[in-house]
């Protein structure tokens, strides 16, 4: 299996832009998370989806971050306006079960700059 | 709700020595129990986990972990370690009786000197 897919894998943006991050889970996995890690906060959850519903959007930072799953393929994560603070390294992980705390498995990251 | 603590920020271990790191969670049962890894410029990996049975797991990369209810632990070991071992390690802890999410420590990183 190729894993857990992101693109691009590195972003550089200006403020006001809108960013648009991509993700691709694992065949056959049912949830998917999007995570958020800088030095300062660590690794932050910022939405998750179990079949391809929103389920927790509780981390998304403020209504700038938007997040979508249209299909159990593909999910992607979008940031309008682009902020400096936004600058961060974004991962996206899969998991093959719902009803748990269970597995994930991360993908290789989104390094979003933003100037 | 549950929480982890991973008390060492940096370990620094000689190639070939022995290294244990550390990991203490709060919940109220039994957790669902993960050590991950980050290589730099990477994402994070899985080493192995611990849900139930026997406490002493085994994972990739010649790890393993001991699951101590008594001391809420799940510290992380391996015999030897070598120089691809430097990286960012990760303890997680997920809610039996919860839902899908973990909840990660703020990492150790792991320095090999030769």
């Known amino acids: 299996d190729a894993g857990v897919i992101q693109s691009p894998r590195h972003e550089v943006t200006e403020m006001g832009q809108e960013v648009t991050l991509r993700c691709k889970p694992i065949s056959g996995h049912n949830s998917l998370f999007w995570y958020r890690q800088t030095m300062m906060r660590g690794l932050e959850l910022l939405i998750y989806f179990n079949n391809n519903v929103p389920i927790d959007d509780s981390g998304m930072p403020e209504d700038r971050f938007s997040a979508k799953m249209p299909n159990a393929s593909f999910s992607t994560l979008k940031i309008q306006p682009s902020e400096p603070r936004d600058s961060a390294v974004y991962f996206c992980?899969?998991?093959?079960?719902?009803?748990?705390?269970?597995?994930?498995?991360f993908g290789p990251g989104t390094r979003l700059t933003v100037t | 709700a549950q929480s982890v603590t991973q008390p060492d920020i940096h370990i620094t271990v000689s190639e070939g020595a022995s290294l244990e790191l550390r990991c203490n969670y709060s919940y109220g049962a039994t957790p669902y129990l993960f050590w991950y890894v980050q290589s730099p410029g990477q994402g994070l990996q899985l080493l192995l986990k611990?849900?139930?049975?026997?406490?002493l797991v085994q994972g990739i990369k010649g790890f393993e972990a001991e699951f101590k209810r008594s001391q809420s632990s799940f510290n992380l070991r391996k015999p030897s370690v070598h120089w691809s071992d430097a990286a960012e390690y990760f303890c997680a802890v997920g809610a039996r009786f919860g839902n899908e999410k973990l909840t990660f420590g703020t990492g150790t990183r792991l320095t090999i000197i030769p």
């Open positions: 611990y849900f139930s049975g026997d406490t």
């Open positions: 992980a899969s998991s093959p079960l719902t009803g748990g705390p269970y597995e994930q498995y």
